[in-house]
C-alpha cells in the first residue's frame, strides 16, 4: 500500500527524484520518511516529514536533498540532488498511517545506484 518509483542510475552529481505514494482505505497518513541501505549495512534514516511539513535529515544528506510531500495525494518526494557513489543504496519509504490505530508500513525498495 506504499508504492515507490523513481530511483535508477546517475552519475555523480547528478539528481533523481523518488516518489511513494499510499494507497488503501486510511483516515490520515502521518508522518512519512525515506531509508536507505546499502550492500553490507545497515538501513538508516534519510529524511522524513510530519504531516505538517516539518522536515529532519540525516547529516549526511542535509543541503543535498529535499523531502516534500503531498498530503491531498498521501505522496511523499525526496528530491536527490549532488548525489554521491556513497548514496548508493536501496531507498525505502516508511509511513505511519491511521486506521482504527496508527501503525507503520514500508514500501518496495528502489535502487539508487551513483556511478563516479
Known amino acids: 500500500q506504499l508504492q515507490a518509483s523513481g530511483g535508477g542510475l546517475v552519475q555523480a552529481g547528478g539528481s533523481l527524484r523518488l516518489s511513494c505514494a499510499a494507497s488503501?482505505?486510511?483516515?490520515?497518513?502521518?508522518?512519512m520518511g525515506w531509508y536507505r541501505q546499502a550492500p553490507g549495512k545497515q538501513r538508516e534514516l534519510v529524511a522524513t516529514?510530519?504531516?505538517?511539513?516539518?522536515?529532519v535529515y540525516a547529516e549526511s544528506v542535509k543541503g543535498r536533498f529535499t523531502i516534500s510531500r503531498d498530503n491531498t495525494k498521501n505522496t511523499v518526494y525526496l528530491q536527490m540532488n549532488s548525489l554521491k557513489p556513497e548514496d548508493t543504496a536501496i531507498y525505502y519509504c516508511?509511513?505511519?498511517?491511521?486506521?482504527?490505530?496508527?501503525?507503520?508500513?514500508w514500501g518496495q525498495g528502489t535502487q539508487v545506484t551513483v556511478s563516479s
Open positions: 488503501g482505505s486510511f483516515y490520515s497518513v502521518n508522518t
Open positions: 516508511k509511513s505511519f498511517i491511521l486506521r482504527g490505530t496508527i501503525d507503520s508500513y
Open positions: 516529514i510530519t504531516r505538517q511539513y516539518v522536515p
